[in-house]
Nanobody, 123 residues
Framework: QVHLVESGGGLVQAGGFLRLSCAAS????????MGWFRQAPGKEREFVAG????????VYADSVKGRFTISRDNAKNTMYLQMNSLKPEDTAVYYC????????????????WGQGTQVTVSS
């Protein structure tokens, strides 16, 4: 079992920035990749960014490219999402997830999920 805890969400004005963190614990030795997803009210959960844990390869949704940066700290078992130039349309609950076998944008490819952290961007 893997336990994921997100933090760092909050309320920010458009153009501002936030850094989300995702701390992992439990059976993390088999982790292959991790990802950030978000879900706005009335919408489906969507992919934001992903990282291959050992190699550090990254992939981003087109909507956040150039504004968001995903990274990880192996020693701390923690993943981050630096979000710059935030827009009102970035408002959502942000979730982190981990996968033992998959690296990419498909929600069902991930095995474990955190509870989410709210990000609200005001105009």
């Amino acid at each position: 079992q893997v336990h994921l805890v997100e933090s760092g969400g909050g309320l920010v004005q458009a153009g501002g920035f936030l850094r989300l963190s995702c701390a992992a614990s439990g059976r993390t030795f088999s982790r292959y990749a991790m990802g950030w997803f978000r879900q706005a009210p009335g919408k489906e959960r969507e992919f934001v960014a992903g990282i291959r844990w050992s190699a550090g390869n990254t992939v981003y949704a087109d909507s956040v490219k150039g504004r968001f940066t995903i990274s990880r700290d192996n020693a701390k078992n923690t993943m981050y999402l630096q979000m710059n130039s935030l827009k009102p349309e970035d408002t959502a609950v942000y979730y982190c997830a981990t996968s033992d076998r998959y690296y990419g944008a498909v929600v069902t490819g991930y095995d474990y999920w955190g509870q989410g952290t709210q990000v609200t961007v005001s105009s």
